[in-house]
């Protein structure tokens, strides 16, 4: 097992030279003391099996740059990651067994991840490694971080680096400088700085806002009433603008739709439809989109669909736009499948945010990012740009712990028309008496035709 901790701290926070000790003992650890930063961590184990991927849905890379990045994609909602953390210490700690000290530290430190702010898996089919990256912006103790971090065993690798963000040079680097740690190696922290090209990025705070408001975030709604059709709408604010520093950025959202929503694709290629929506295209849609299959009979876990959408236009010399609306909305048009008859009158199914993003050429960066040892990858999208892209992320802007949108919607009430197979047999015989009825018709119209002809030749023999 390999693990990377690091931790992000603000110049403007106190730093002494007795927050990072090691040990001079036989036995190499390292110290952390009330350390007051963001951290992440990063542990990379073996996994000998892969899940079933039958419900993972194709992503349609165009990029060969990114022939590394992931090919298929699953989501589903996740109520709870203790699940998931029993499972990692199963799997991680049971080289500790017998060692009563080491076996609980190892418990212990994944036992974090239940707290953290976001957890990335990424697996590599390759040398079957699962790297699992968290993340926690702060710690939850008002003093800061104290840990203690030491080898279980020999072959483990740990390394811990304390850091803090440089001006960079380029606006496509990361610069950082600090201390870098291998524990069970090194007698005392190393200084360090270091710079990298980053795929991912912030989004800058616009300089052309004369508030205080937030120009990098987003909210999402659904305007009522739902019903089977919902409209997810997107707010942004007017006075945001591309990143300055690339000459050719377009804005996009990418949305991950469970299987009950479809995306109508033939509705969203009408020019006059999406200009009235702030939808400039469609770059992507893969996975379930089947918009006559009820949500039973799907085999997928959903679809997911990347929008190119028309960006905020730019403001006036006096700081306004062409009316007087400080928010620019966008509204993408959902429905939803049939679902399977339930006890209520309503099913809640539930829809993530989606993501909101600037997309722009870098020509001088893209040999580069390879380096990044911080770039989140497996994202979904990256595959779908060209592979000299740098995106620059919005901020969701909610106080909600979960990002995750709950539409209720209407189903057929089993305990209104009554259970135990009685809407069955009642489709069953209107059916058969249809059928019945259809046949009737027909054998009286055969009748008819019969007797006429049978009449002719009657006549004609008269004759």
Known sequence: MKQRITYIRQKSDPFHEDTLQVTKEEKKTL?????????????????????????????????????SATSLQYYNLLPSLKNFVSYIQRQACHHDEGRASSLSACYNNISTLLSASYVDIDFDAISHILSIHAFWPASAKPNGWSETFARSRSQDKIEVGVLEAEKPT????????GFLTVVGEDDKPAATLFSFSSRHHSLPRSSSSSTNANTTSYTISLPPPTGLHPTLRITLARS????????????????SLPSPFIIDKYQLSDPLFLAAKNIHSIRSLYGATDLEAPDWVMQTWGSALLLELVPPPPLTSSGTNHNN???WEVDIPLHLRYLP??????????????????????????TKMAVNPFD??????EGLFGDKTMFFHWEPETKREVLVERVHVPVLDLKRVGGGGRVEWIT??????????VCW??????????GGGREGEKEKKDR
Not at 341 to 366: I, M, N, S, Y
Not at 376 to 381: I, M, P, S, T
């Open 31 to 67: 110290n952390i003391k009330d350390l007051k930063a963001a951290k992440e961590h990063r542990i990379s184990l073996d996994l000998d099996e892969l899940p079933d991927e039958k419900s993972f849905i194709k992503i349609p890379v165009v990029s060969e740059r990114f022939s």
């Open 170 to 177: 380029e606006p496509e680097e990361l610069s950082f400088s």
């Open 240 to 255: 945001s603008s591309a990143p300055s520093s690339f000459p050719s950025c377009s804005l996009h959202t990418y949305l």
């Open 325 to 327: 609306k400080n928010n």
């Open 341 to 366: 008859p339930g006890q209520t009158e309503h099913e809640e199914v539930h829809l993530p945010w989606p993501t909101v993003f600037w997309a722009c050429k870098a020509d001088a960066a893209g």
């Open 376 to 381: 989140r990858r497996h994202l979904g999208y």
């Open 428 to 437: 069953v015989v209107v059916v058969l008496l249809g059928f019945g009825w």
């Open 441 to 450: 018709r027909l054998g009286g119209v055969l009748r008819l035709r019969g």
